[in-house]
């Protein structure tokens, strides 16, 4: 079985330029996450989709974050502008429905931001 | 390969020690708990899952221990290996359908 598909895998940006993160989670999962992972820290939710709807982004910066599902499949991240403190790894997450534990991660986007 | 962080806690051990990872967690109703392993350049990968039911759970080489009276998750890996060497993290389950994750641990196997 695939796992879940992200690109691209590393990404370098100036600040104030936009950037877009693809997401292709595991086949038949409803459910799709998309966390920042910080240098030294643990992953941080942004956004959860239950199929193409939003359950939760109270932790997404929608000033600048956006993301979608349209067709409930692939999903993408955008950060527009990106600024020096969202340098980061951007981790997709997939689960088959929307019991936590069953999460399964891609690879991540290496953001840079100079 | 590039570092998933450079300040973690270390715990360094011997090749076939067994190692134990402890997490404190902060929501007293987080009703499941969670291990993850990251490698450098890699995704967190799923070890083991606990709920809140139970106390004690074993899997290949791994066993979480969970104590709900001092909110503390453990993981015991027993004959510890090179390729246990990682950054492990403990999700807990705040009943919003989704993951919080702790800071990490970083295990070093020396050979």
């Known amino acids: 079985e695939a796992g879940v598909a992200q690109s691209p895998r590393y990404k370098i940006i100036e600040k104030r330029q936009s950037v877009a993160f693809w997401c292709n989670p595991i086949s038949g999962h409803a459910t799709l996450y998309w966390y920042q992972q910080i240098l030294g820290q643990g992953p941080k939710l942004l956004i959860q989709f239950q199929n193409n709807g939003v359950v939760d982004d109270s932790q997404l910066p929608k000033d600048r974050f956006s993301a979608e599902r349209l067709k409930g499949v692939d999903s993408t991240l955008k950060i527009q502008p990106a600024k020096l403190e969202d340098s980061a790894v951007y981790l997709c997450?997939?689960?088959?429905?929307?019991?936590?534990?069953?999460?399964?991660f891609g690879p991540g986007t290496r953001l840079l931001v100079l | 390969g590039e570092s998933v962080g450079l300040h973690l806690p270390t715990l360094s051990v011997q090749e076939g020690d067994n190692s134990i990872i402890n997490c404190a967690y902060s929501?007293?109703?987080?009703?499941?708990f969670i291990w993850y392993k990251q490698e450098s350049g890699k995704g967190p990968q799923f070890i083991i899952d606990i709920r809140s039911n139970m106390d004690k759970r074993q899997g290949q080489r791994v066993t979480v221990l969970l104590n709900k009276t001092v909110k503390h998750l453990s993981l015991q890996i027993a004959a510890t290996q090179p390729g246990d060497s990682a950054v492990y993290f403990c999700?807990?389950?705040?009943?919003?359908?989704?993951?919080?994750f702790g800071s990490g641990t970083r295990l070093q196997v020396q050979p």
């Open positions: 999700a807990e389950d705040t009943g919003r359908r989704a993951l919080t």
């Open positions: 929501n007293s109703a987080s009703d499941y």
């Open positions: 997450a997939s689960s088959l429905d929307q019991v936590a534990g069953t999460q399964y």
